[in-house]
């Protein structure tokens, strides 16, 4: 019966975040972020988990620890910071999102990826059936993760005997943001139906290459051990102890810059040098391989806050064809706000939030791919469950990612100039 799943996923997730608290601070100048920066890397708590990025246009959200706590607000009314708590007991949350995972039922086939946030080993198992689909084909990078699992390509296209350019789309980098892993499966089944009008359409201008869980490691990690791990789970080999290296500062683009640390128990700790996770070197390798197709277009989807980022975030030099990148993603931030009317933010980091190196969209355009974006899909900041979101908004976020790379897709001013 499905309490009785309840009561096995409720003790899968090792760590316990009973009394954690998620607070939301008002950052109101550059000073202000550069305060809350140097917190991470600090010494001076024992864990304090950036869940937004910083940004004068919305409120800082932290996770904070029970130790933490006092010695956090001591710290902010130093320097005059405010905060407002969002979220109490962040274990509770963590809590009811299993419970709503165990009443979605099992499908013939396994977990339902369109209902629910599925395994790695039930991803596999998933994949492995769409590979008999005639419009899909799974492939696996040259090199597996640190761990030796594999990291999927999902090549969707309308015939595979005629290749097209290509559009890549990278999910799962961030161990956590379950709802950008199950948006990019749900866009895997929604391009593979032959009955679809949008996915044709899609399909007739590009081929579709989807890495659904480019951090499997750290996935598996999320599911059995700590639900709010974000890096990969490499040896580190930096400043301190720790383990993981975060894959989306591991990139060749401005690496070890703004928005990284060099600090091994850092959520943004960089690794030894660009590309040295495992995950970013395959993904690296199988998109600008020498029998790979020319690259239009790569998304790197992510979540939370509902922001549509344009290159660069590691520099606030904007590129050259910046104001056609913002008139393109303007225009896929129009149709997917049709869905729930959802206000996502267009910009670059700098601009919108606080500068981040070596991301993989930066790396997709600084080596010519004509497009690149990141998304960040919802929640809002300034709800109370962050990454912890529950399920019932996978259709809604994988309605929101494909209406807008639909207009991506059959948007009739791309200019690759």
């Given amino acids: 019966m499905w309490y009785i799943a309840i ?17 939301s601070i008002t950052a109101r100048t550059n000073a202000d972020l550069e305060f809350l920066n140097s917190l991470s890397d600090s010494g001076a708590f024992e864990e304090l988990d950036f869940w937004t990025e910083l940004s004068l246009h919305h409120p800082v ?7 933490d706590f006092e010695k956090l607000q001591q710290s902010l009314y130093d320097v005059g910071l405010t905060y407002i708590i969002l979220n109490h007991n962040i274990q509770d949350t963590i809590d009811d999102e299993k419970i709503a995972m165990a009443k979605v039922p099992k499908n013939a086939n ?21 590979d008999a689909d005639p419009r899909v084909q799974v492939s696996v990078t040259a090199t597996s993760s640190f761990e030796g699992r594999p990291i999927f390509i999902v090549k969707v296209a309308a015939d595979m005997n005629n290749p097209k350019e290509a559009v890549w789309i990278e999910a799962g980098t961030h161990a956590r943001e379950w709802i950008a892993v199950s948006s990019a499966l749900n866009l895997i089944e929604r391009l593979s139906d032959t009955q679809d009008t949008f996915a044709n359409e899609m399909l007739s201008n590009f081929d579709f290459y989807i890495v659904p869980v480019h951090n499997p490691d750290g996935y598996v990690y999320s599911h059995t ?31 070890g810059g703004a928005g990284t640390s060099a600090f091994c ?3 943004t700790y960089r690794g030894s040098a660009a590309f040295s996770a495992p995950e970013t070197a395959a993904l690296r390798d199988a998109a600008f391989g020498a029998d790979s197709p020319y690259i239009r277009a790569f998304f790197s989807v992510h979540c939370y806050s509902e922001f549509m980022l344009v290159p ?4 606030s030099t904007k590129p050259a064809r910046y104001t056609h990148l913002v008139e393109v993603a303007d225009a896929m931030m129009a149709y997917l706000e049709t ?39 919802r929640p809002q900041s300034g709800t109370s469950n962050g990454f912890v979101i529950s399920p019932s908004n996978i259709p809604t976020a994988a309605e929101e990612l494909f209406i807008s790379l639909w207009a991506f897709a059959t948007y009739d001013n791309l200019n690759y100039d």
């Fill in 265 to 267: 128990s850092s959520h």
């Fill in 225 to 255: 051990s700590n639900r709010l791990w974000r890096k990969n789970r490499q040896t580190c080999t930096g400043i301190g102890s720790g383990v993981g290296t975060d894959l989306n500062r591991n990139w060749g683009a401005g690496f």
């Fill in 312 to 315: 660069y975030g590691y520099t």
């Fill in 7 to 23: 009561f096995f996923l409720l003790g899968v997730c090792a760590k316990d975040f009973t009394g954690h608290r998620l607070i």
């Fill in 61 to 67: 959200e932290i996770r904070v620890s029970p130790n």
């Fill in 110 to 130: 396994g977990c339902d990826v369109t209902g629910t946030y599925c395994t790695f080993a039930e991803i596999s198992a998933w994949l492995d059936e769409k």
């Fill in 339 to 377: 869905v729930d009317n959802r206000y996502y933010l267009v910009g670059t980091p700098p601009d919108i939030l606080y500068a981040a190196s070596g991301g993989a969209y930066d790396y997709f355009y600084i080596e010519g791919v004509p497009y690149a974006y990141t998304y960040e899909l």
